[in-house]
C-alpha cells in the first residue's frame, strides 16, 4: 500500500520517551531451523529510558546522539526504523532525529529495540499516517525480535523468538536497582553460549511462567522473586563472575530476587523498599568501582502511544 505523508508545518516536532525494559523470565525452548531459539519471556517496560525528539523537516534522515560512542549510521535501530517506516509508507518528507541516551549499550535492556519501536510510532504521529498496529508490528518484527514487544506497551508474556506479544496484567510496585557493571555482552554471544553451559547443568527444572504470571498479577513480590529465571545467565556468569557477587550484593541488602536481564549485562534487584534499593545502589557502587552504572527506577504504569 502507497500512503503519502499529508503536508505539515515544517517545524513540527515531536518528543517521545523510549523506555527500558527487563527480562523477569527468559527461558530457551529449543534452537529453531532459522538459527534463532524458541523463547518463552516475560518483559516489563521501565519508568526509566531514552527520550527522543523528531522534527520533520523537507527531505532527508539524519540521527544525532548524546552518546558518541553509539554509531548514528543505519546500524543505529532508530535510524534504520525511520529509513524503513519512509520506505513502507513512501513517505515524501524526511526528519531530523535526536537521541538522548540515558540507558547502556549492549545491556540486555531492549535499548536499540525500544528506540526503533518510539521511532516508528512517532513518526507516525508526526506524519499523521494511517499506519495502523498490526503494520507497525509487520515492520518492527523485521528489525529485532524484542521491538514488538516496545510498540505494545505493557508487561508481555512474549514467545517466538520474542516476537509474539500476548499483554499480561502486572501490578507490580516493586522499586527495581540496575545496575550494568560497565562493559556489554553481545546478544548473539550470549545465544552461542547458552547450549554450552546452561540447561544441560540445570538439577532443577525452570519454575513454571503461570505461577508468575499469577503473582506478577497480585503485587506479589515473594512469588515474582521465587520465579525469577534466566536461560543466558549461566553462561554470562561463567565468563563475568562479578555478576554473581553484584547479585549478592543485592540480595544481601534486602532485595527480594536478584537476576540478569535478557542477555546482559545488566543485572537487577527487586526490593520491596526503594530506599533499601537506594543505599545497595551506593553499597554496589562503593563495593566494586566507579564503572559500576546504577539506577533505581520502577515499572512503567504509563501507557506510551
Ligand atoms: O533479533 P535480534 O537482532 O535482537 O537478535 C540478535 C541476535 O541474538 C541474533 O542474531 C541471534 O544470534 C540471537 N537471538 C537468538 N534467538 C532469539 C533472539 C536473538 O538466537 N530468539
Known amino acids: 500500500m502507497t500512503t503519502q505523508a499529508r503536508p505539515r508545518p515544517r517545524s513540527a ?6 523506555p527500558a525494559k527487563i527480562n523477569l523470565y527468559l527461558r530457551i525452548v529449543g534452537k529453531r531451523p532459522d538459527g534463532y531459539h524458541e523463547l518463552e519471556t516475560v518483559m516489563l517496560p521501565l519508568d526509566f529510558g531514552d527520550q527522543i525528539t523528531l522534527q520533520s523537516r523537507k ?10 560512542s553509539l554509531p548514528t549510521d543505519d546500524s ?8 524503513n517506516f519512509v520506505a513502507r ?6 526528519a531530523k532525529i535526536a537521541l538522548k541516551k540515558r540507558t547502556p549499550l549492549a545491556a540486555g535492556l531492549g535499548g536499540g529495540s525500544s528506540n526503533a519501536a518510539a521511532v516508528l510510532r512517532g513518526l507516525r504521529r508526526l506524519w499523521e499516517l494511517p499506519a495502523d498496529d498490526s503494520m507497525l508490528h509487520e515492520l518492527a518484527a523485521s528489525m529485532g525480535s524484542d521491538v514488538n514487544f516496545f510498540l505494545n506497551d505493557g508487561a508481555a508474556l ?16 516493586a522499586a527495581v536497582l540496575l545496575v550494568n557493571p560497565g562493559f556489554g555482552i553481545s546478544t548473539k554471544w550470549a545465544y552461542e553460549n547458552w547450549a554450552k553451559a546452561a540447561e544441560p547443568r540445570l538439577t532443577a527444572p525452570p519454575p513454571q511462567v ?18 525469577l529465571f534466566n536461560s543466558l545467565e549461566a553462561p554470562s556468569i561463567r565468563k563475568f563472575p562479578v555478576l554473581e557477587l553484584i547479585k549478592k550484593t543485592m540480595r544481601d541488602d534486602g532485595a527480594a530476587g536478584a537476576l540478569m536481564s535478557g542477555s546482559g549485562a545488566t543485572v537487577f534487584g527487586l526490593f520491596a523498599d526503594p530506599k533499601a534499593a537506594r543505599q545497595s545502589a551506593a553499597h554496589v557502587r562503593g563495593q566494586f568501582g566507579p564503572s559500576m552504572w546504577t539506577k533505581v527506577t520502577r515499572f512503567a504504569t504509563v501507557r506510551h502511544k
Open 210 to 227: 503461570s505461577l508468575l504470571l499469577r503473582a506478577l498479577a497480585e503485587d506479589d513480590l515473594a512469588g515474582v522473586s521465587r520465579c
Open 59 to 68: 527531505s532527508g534522515l539524519t540521527l544525532a546522539c548524546s552518546n558518541p
Open 158 to 173: 512474549c514467545t517466538g523468538r520474542g516476537e509474539k506479544i500476548e499483554t499480561v496484567p502486572c501490578r507490580l510496585s
Open 89 to 94: 509508507w513512501s513517505v515524501e518528507r524526511g
Open 76 to 83: 543505529n535501530l532508530a535510524l534504520r526504523a525511520a529509513k
Open 13 to 18: 516536532s515531536l518528543t517521545v520517551f523510549s
